[in-house]
T-cell receptor
Framework: AQSVTQLDSHVSVSEGTPVLLRCNYS??????LFWYVQHPNKGLQLLLK??????LVKGINGFEAEFKKSETSFHLTKPSAHMSDAAEYFC????????????FGTGTRLTIIP | SAVISQKPSRDICQRGTSLTIQCQVD?????MFWYRQQPGQSLTLIAT?????????ESGFVIDKFPISRPNLTFSTLTVSNMSPEDSSIYLC????????????FGQGTRLTVV
């Protein structure tokens, strides 16, 4: 079975400062990992994905994440926060032979302070 | 990519009634997924719907409460039966690219309020 743990339910940063959203995973197989963003009253949008290629993954809107197998982590970062980044972020895992099912983390609400 | 249309986008329903949510995809897909997102919570998978077979339900979800239809490769419905206020949630339809470990695409969701 696979699981993800998002270590912070809520993160607040000032506009222009770095963003770090933490995610640890557990999987018996080599996982695929995703970060999704959900803006208020909007659908889910894929930010980036890791599928066993490069361990440093670049996504949309300046976000990136690094897959660290030794630490079972897939933390999401952005060098400089923008007000429009305020949203809920979900770390998601899927595994081979998992019938394409996704397992979602509990989410991290990112607040940007002007 | 896939574009998913979900209807209705929101509804307010009386307890004891049922609501059927429709999900239409712009391409043929093998599996479709239904999720529930309770207020302030993450997404929980309700069931996986394959065309031509019974849906596979996750632990805690049963067919009598959440019957699912999958008549073809582009369409599915989820019914929330005999609703109670605890069923107030966002219900989302999702598909993947059809291969292992590809991204998932989501509908906009149906915001259900049961009164």
């Amino acid at each position: 079975a696979q699981s993800v743990t998002q270590l912070d339910s809520h993160v607040s940063v000032s506009e222009g400062t770095p963003v770090l959203l933490r995610c640890n995973y557990s999987s018996s197989y080599s996982p695929s990992l995703f970060w999704y963003v959900q803006h208020p009253n909007k659908g889910l949008q894929l930010l980036l994905k890791y599928t066993s290629a490069a361990t440093l993954v670049k996504g949309i809107n300046g976000f990136e994440a690094e897959f660290k197998k030794s630490e079972t982590s897939f933390h999401l970062t952005k060098p400089s926060a923008h007000m429009s980044d305020a949203a809920e972020y979900f770390c998601v895992v899927s595994v081979p032979f998992g019938n394409e099912k996704l397992t979602f983390g509990t989410g991290t609400r990112l607040t940007i302070i002007p | 990519s896939a574009v998913i249309s979900q209807k209705p986008s929101r509804d307010i329903c009386q307890r004891g009634t049922s609501l059927t949510i429709q999900c239409q995809v712009d391409s043929q897909v093998t599996m479709m997924f239904w999720y529930r997102q309770q207020p302030g919570q993450s997404l929980t998978l309700i069931a996986t719907a394959n065309q031509g077979s019974e849906a596979t339900y996750e632990s805690g979800f049963v067919i009598d409460k959440f019957p699912i239809s999958r008549p073809n490769l582009t369409f599915s419905t989820l019914t929330v039966s005999n609703m109670s206020p605890e069923d107030s949630s966002i219900y989302l339809c999702s598909v993947t690219g059809g291969q292992e470990n590809t991204e998932a695409f989501f509908g906009q969701g149906t915001r259900l309020t049961v009164v």
